[in-house]
Each structure stands twice: as structure tokens, then as C-alpha cells.
């Protein structure tokens, strides 16, 4: 977007840019969210920033009002497939609180000057900036919506201590902690109950629409013991940096705003930015689905599908080594075959140090699959051989893959694997990176969308004949999908519902036709 289109974007106060840039006003010192209700300022005081921490290197502090680090996180990281947004990506997860500069600009594959240089260059900010907010706006998240002691919110923020945190919030926010935490909207006052430092209750902020479908395809995928979900909420065990964790995500359509709430049953606080970072991109909450659906909504294979379910979602992975093996197994078998055979695999996982609502293990780790784990699995015994074969790398060091990637980085490190094809790599990059533009040409449940929407509705059947293409006419779509780039993810996430929904239409048609008749006496 150029300035006068931001600026357009401000003075309509349009919430779907909040989080997108950060609008400073140099006569007042204060940046805002695109959707502020203050008055519109005059454009030639205003200035634009990629980041929020942009605008605190150039010495601006967050509206009051609007409270600009409330909101969801630019998609952009998953468009960008640059070092800006790589490097983002794991900010967000957390590297820096745990590696530290040198530690972020080691698997970017860049020295720290320089990764310092581009980052200031292209986003307005470094490193360290950039982590800086990362961390104010998990302790204003933490500050507002819990009742955590101030120390507990400095440590799980990432910060190294007590007078660094009250140092930035005071100088982002220009308020105290306490000051900040009385900012909270009184209506949320019964959910900030007295909680333990590893039992928090959240707010999700996310963009409008939102489609459900993300907590089916999560729940059909769920591995018992592991996973439980439903259509309208998941819940699950994971191991993070510092110990093990669980967490439940409930969305409510019908409640005011449509609330999504995450519940962190156990986490060691020095793990909460990264969870929090790992469910948002689980439910890919800081998508543009707007931006999204007029895209896709333009092919007239997907519009009907995006009008039905406007705002999908393309699930993400809270651990990408376990999203490899479970994307192996799931290579050319059905979603119930690859489940059952998950179900399998996870009895050689360990017990989760914190069991809870029948969630009592973890998703094996990738030393406990080379060691005995594969032994459960059953198929092609070469099938077998590459899973153990990619655990084995992956347990010794020699795969290092994760949210730093990009896709030519994914297809270097994983093609080489047995077993591992395109397919494979395409999925990972979808759910591991975030990857917006990856079309499974070869996955049958992609064709078999294609046919479900290609068959026509019996209203369009009944209509008139239309005309046959002239001389002007764009000509047949691409088989694709490329007049939709760079969304194909979100075109296969529609594919996949489509196909979905036919096969539960032939099911159910099949067992009305084998249902006995009644035979009146």
C-alpha cells in the first residue's frame, strides 16, 4: 500500500488494516492503529511504520485509546517469504528470548550485523526492537486479561527482568503495569479470577470473518490421548523449550464479538510467548481473510464455496518435526487410515508431565520413533523405513527445519529424504510456514474438489444458455489455480472442504438406499 492509500485506510477507520502498519502523528508523539476513533490527523503529520517497534525507535508511544498493541499480527510474515519475514516468524516464536541475537542470525544463516542492517532497512527496526515489542505486547496481553503478579508478567513476556519490563512498558506506553492492567474493560473482570503462574484464561484477537472449519479439520486429524476437538474448539498436549505444556481454544460464535478464548492449563512461563504465538498460527488468526476471500472469490470454481464459508482458515503446527512424520504417514492413504495409524505411533510416546481432561501423553519425540516407535507402524515396509529414516536424521541434527524456512529451504532439506515428495514438502510448507501459495495439484482429494465443484447446481441447470466464449473472453481458468496466487493454499483448503462435503453426500445417500423399507401390516 502506498501512503495515500493508508491514509484512505485511516480516515475509514477500517479494522482490517489494525496490525497491518501503525499510524504515528508527529504533533501529538502517539501512534495508533489504522482504526482509531480519533479524529483523523492531517496527512502531512502523519507517518507510517511497517512495525510497531518502528515506531518506538523513532520515538513515538502507543495510543491510550486504541491500544495498538491489541491487535491481531500482520499476515504479512507468511506472505513474505524474505528474510524479513523469516526472521519475524521466529521472533514471534521466541528465539531471541532463548538464543538471543546471534542465536536468531544463526538459522537465518546471516552474522548478526547483518541481519541487524537488512532488518532496519526493511522493517524500520532491528533485532532486538523487534523483540522488544514482541515482549510489550505479550505483557499488555498478560496485564489485561489475568491476574498474574507483575513479576510473573516481566519473566513470561521474555523479559530478564523486573525493572526492563517496567522500563518498556513505561516508555511504550507511557503508563505503570498497574496503571495499564486498570485499562481493562470491566465486563472481563469475572475471567481475570486469581490463576496460578501456569493456569492463564485469554482473548485471541483475530480478523473478521472467521469460518469454523479450522476446528473440524483439526478434530477428524485428532490423535486421543494427544488431541480432543470438536467444531468449536481443540485442545492438546505439546513439549515446548522448557517442559511440556496443555491448552484448550473455545469459540464462541454466538457470544458478543464472537469471543475465541485460549485456556492454558500448564506451561512454564518462559514457553508462554512461544504457545501463544504457536496457537495463533495453529488457527492462523493473523490472516487477511478478506483480502483472502476477494481474491478467491473472483474464480468462479470458488465462489460459491468462499461465499458459503467466507473467512477460512489453513491450519498451521504447533511442532513442525511432529508435522513431518505425521505428513509421511498421511502420504496416500485416507484421513481415518492416517489417524489410526498416529494412534499407533503414540503409544511409544512418554506420559505428559501435566495430564489433564484426557489428555494424558505427548506426540512421541523424534529420538523416541528411531528407537522403537516405527516398530508399531504398519504398511509398506519401505514406508516404515523412510519415517525411521527421517526421525533418525531429525534426532541426530542433521534435519533442522522449522518456521525460519522458506519453501526453497524446506525443498533443499526435505526432498533428499526417502519418501519425502513434492506433495510432502507442500503440505509442510503449509502448515509449518504459513505458506499462502502452495496448490497440491496431485493430492486426490484436490481433484476430487475440483470435480465437486465443477458439477453444476440444479438452479444453474435450469438456466438459460449462455453464450459461448467470444474473441475478449479470459479463456478456460488454469487447471492450477494460478489466477488466484498468491492464495492456492486457501484454494486447496476450499478444494478439500468440497470434497469433504460430497463424499459425506454420497455416504449418506448410500445408506438411505440400503435402509429396509417399512412394510405396512
Known sequence: MDFWQRYRAIDARDTRFDGQFYTAVRTTGIYCRPSCPARTPKAGNVTFYETSAAAHDAGYRACKRCLPEAVPGTPAWNVRSDLAGRAMRLINDGVINRDGVEGLAARLGYSSRQLNRILSHELGAGPLSLARASRAQTARTLLVSTSMKAADVAFAAGFSSVRQFNETIAEVFAMTPSALRATARHQHAPARAAVSATALTLNLPYREPFDAGVFD????????????????????????AHGDARFRVDYDADAQGREMTLTIGAVDLRDLASLLSRVRRLLDLDADPVAIDASLGDDPRLAASVAAAPGMRMPGAVDPQELLIRAMIGQQITVAAARTALVQLSESGSDSLVPADGLQRVFPTAPEIADAGYRLLRGPQRRIDAIRGAAEAMAAGGLDFGYGDDLAGLQAKLLPLPGVGPWTVGYVAMRVIGAPDVFLANDAAVRNGIRSLAQPTAKAADAPDTPTAGPLSPGPPSPDFREVSPW??????????????????????????????????
Request: charged residues 25%.
Open 217 to 240: 479439520f483439526l478434530a477428524v486429524r485428532a490423535i486421543p490421548g494427544i488431541e480432543e476437538g470438536t467444531s468449536t474448539s481443540y485442545a492438546r498436549t505439546l513439549r515446548l
Open 488 to 521: 492456492r493454499s486457501y484454494a486447496t483448503m476450499h478444494l478439500w472442504r468440497a470434497a469433504a462435503q460430497a463424499a459425506a453426500r454420497t455416504k449418506s445417500a448410500r445408506t438411505r438406499k440400503t435402509v429396509p423399507k417399512k412394510v405396512t401390516p
